[in-house]
């Protein structure tokens, strides 16, 4: 009997896309001389047949991963270097490669660089021109390497640079509001708890509200950059290699603090990118609550704040409308910050060890919070140095309309020796009567509020204004306008340090 055929062969192969030979078995064409392989990577060989049309385009990823481009070929260039040092490479070889990834370098700066879906991804493709450009040298980079920790070293060399991006640009938004915060250290506003008038707080005050998250924010990254900012290259495909590396010599080049070290890990692992859009989602929604008050602010209803007509659009049925798109758009996008949390979290949830293509759809995910992130605080610090007026007037008056000196009248009764509940009780009945003679409390004369506590005196007025509230809250982190005031200095003099060093990690 004849031995049963491995697997039926069509008679004739499918075309291939894009036309053109198809290197047959052992007899590959020299890529410096060929045209582009419609299938690439130098596994072609195993295959019997071309990559389908649809198989080509699911599975590429160079149309969003060309943005790691610099990243690769700094990460190219180290290896190569280091190879050389480790006596693999060949002198001329390296600077072969060096000229190679230059013009590759220039070429992509200038646009011209030929993207192209069939070269799969930025490595492929940078690596393909590389042997057009370089010829034998080309094809000698990858050795002791793999996509695997290629990719996860492209991604992170991207990803600490989007890191210190975005600190800067935090730092900006915390100046911009620092600057405002000043200007209002002491304009009077209502605080609320539950949405209802609660105490007053001056509007500086509620903006270093904001200036703490924000700093809070800075430290999550500063502490995230430290684990991004660890070189997986020397990891191979999972195993590491048999050649002489120098993994610390390629995390000097390219300013890695550290190895990942375990190589198993070190290609699988994308903690630092959830890390990353966790501290990410974080910051959307601290910008996502100041936005919505300034929603619920620049309404007629509170008319706090005023928003600069160039933030804003207008309705397409009704001429009255004044929309406050800038902030509604940072709410809303804060849930795609979010979403895309939750897509790299559940992404990576059940993947064995060690490196799955599912990791290639860590990308867009990671891009798309950057690129949210970026454009929101940009926008949100443009609005609050240039585009938000307060109005002082409408926040005092909605202050004094609320009652909201009540707890000063009651600390006050405390002082002069009654128990705090009694107080709390004598005051509820003394906002009663204001608000059944439809008045504040210091409107309420001497001999009416008396009537409530026999210890009230002609010196309970002082209390009862709103500057006397403020101004009593007089400690660290109180919104006494002094305090407000140091804060500000604090959190400035915290900042100078920032100047220049990104998150500050390095
Ligand atoms: N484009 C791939 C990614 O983004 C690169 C790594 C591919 N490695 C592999 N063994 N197929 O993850």
């Known amino acids: 009997m004849p031995a049963p055929k491995k697997g039926a062969r069509p008679a004739k192969r499918p075309a291939r896309p894009g036309g053109g030979r198809r290197a047959s078995r052992g007899l590959r064409p020299d890529p410096v001389a060929a045209p582009p392989l419609p299938r690439s990577g130098t596994w072609s060989s195993r295959f019997a047949e071309p990559m389908s049309e649809r198989m080509q385009r ?32 060949s002198a001329a070889d390296l600077a072969a490669i060096e000229r190679g990834l230059a013009t590759i370098g220039g070429e992509i700066a200038r646009g011209e660089f030929a993207w192209k879906l069939e070269n799969e991804d930025v490595h492929f493709s940078v690596e393909r021109r590389l042997t057009e450009l370089a010829g034998d040298a080309g094809k000698r980079l990858h050795t002791a390497r793999s996509r695997n920790d290629q990719v996860a070293t492209d991604v992170r060399l991207w990803l600490r640079g989007a890191i210190d991006a975005i600190a800067s640009q935090l730092v900006a938004l915390r100046h911009a509001l620092l600057d405002l915060a000043l200007r209002h250290a002491a304009t009077i506003m209502p605080g609320f708890t539950h949405l209802q008038v609660a105490q007053p707080v001056t509007f500086g005050h509620y903006l270093m509200a904001f200036d703490a998250m924000f700093a809070r924010d800075l430290e999550r990254f500063a502490d995230c950059r430290r684990r991004v900012n660890r070189l997986p290259l020397g990891s191979a495909a999972l195993a590491g290699t048999g050649f002489p590396i120098d993994r610390m010599r390629v995390a000097r080049e390219l300013g890695f603090e550290a190895l990942a070290e375990n190589s198993i890990d070190a290609v699988s692992d994308r903690d630092f990118a959830i890390e990353f859009n966790a501290a990410a989602s974080l910051v959307s929604i601290h910008l996502s609550r100041f936005a919505e008050e300034l929603v619920l602010w620049s309404t007629p209803r509170f008319g706090f704040v005023t928003l600069a007509d160039r933030f804003c659009t207008g309705s397409s049925i009704m001429p009255q409308k004044k929309n406050p798109d800038v902030p509604e758009l940072v709410r809303g996008k804060s849930a795609r ?11 990576m949830k059940a993947q064995p060890l060690a490196y799955n293509k599912d990791n290639q759809e860590d990308k867009e995910p990671l891009f798309d919070t950057v690129d949210t992130l970026a454009d929101t605080l940009a926008i949100m610090t443009e609005l609050v140095a240039t585009g938000l007026t307060p109005d002082a007037e409408r926040m005092r008056e909605a202050a004094r309309e609320g009652y ?44 009416a509020l008396r009537a409530f506590s026999p210890l009230v005196g002609d010196d309970v007025y002082g209390v009862l204004t709103l500057e006397g509230s403020v101004a009593s809250r007089d400690h660290p982190g109180g919104t006494a306008p002094r305090q407000v005031r140091r804060a500000i200095a604090a959190a400035r003099r915290e900042l100078a340090r920032h100047r220049g060093g990104g998150a500050g990690a390095r």
Do not use: Q
């Not at 009945?429 to 309420?444: F, K, S, Y």
């Open 404 to 447: 909201a000196t009540a707890t000063d009248l009651a600390d006050y009764l405390v002082r002069k020796g009654l128990p705090f509940r009694d107080a709390h009780d004598a005051v509820a009945r003394a906002v009663r009567e204001a608000e059944t003679r439809g008045c504040g409390l210091e409107e309420l004369p001497l001999d």
């Open 58 to 89: 699911f599975n590429a990823s160079v149309l969003f991963d060309r943005r790691l481009a610099d990243a690769d070929l700094a990460g190219s260039l180290a290896h190569a270097r280091m190879l050389h040092a480790t006596g693999v490479l």
């Open 337 to 347: 910050v979010i979403g895309n949390l939750t897509a790299l979290l559940v992404l």
